[in-house]
Nanobody, 117 residues
Framework: QVQLVESGGGSVQPGGSLRLSCKAF????????MGWYRQSTGNQRELVALTNRGGVTNLADSVKGRFTNSRDLAKNTVSLQMNNLTPGDTAVYYCIARGVLLDRDYWGQGTQVTVSS
């Protein structure tokens, strides 16, 4: 079992930056990938960034060049640096932990990111 605790988020004007962090507890050695999904009102949850244990990150096309996901294996954390934010980035962001030996995907509690002028 894995527990994920998120921090960060908030409100920012277009063009601004925010940083989200997520720390994993429990069976962290079973986590293969760790990253972020987001869900905006009326839409399905979508992938933002997912980083494997080798540091390779799968980034959604919509955030390439603006977002960076950094994973620290020693601290069991991931951090999503979001730059040049647009109103289209407004959503609840969820941390995810995934592993082939885990019984399911594990999710954080979600944190709101609002981009508005």
């Amino acid at each position: 079992q894995v527990q994920l605790v998120e921090s960060g988020g908030g409100s920012v004007q277009p063009g601004g930056s925010l940083r989200l962090s997520c720390k994993a507890f429990g069976n962290v050695f079973l986590i293969t990938e760790m990253g972020w999904y987001r869900q905006s009102t009326g839409n399905q949850r979508e992938l933002v960034a997912l980083t494997n244990r080798g540091g390779v990150t799968n980034l959604a096309d919509s955030v390439k060049g603006r977002f960076t996901n950094s994973r620290d294996l020693a601290k069991n954390t991931v951090s999503l640096q979001m730059n040049n934010l647009t109103p289209g980035d407004t959503a609840v962001y969820y941390c995810i932990a995934r592993g082939v030996l885990l019984d399911r995907d594990y999710w954080g509690q979600g944190t709101q990111v609002t981009v508005s002028s």
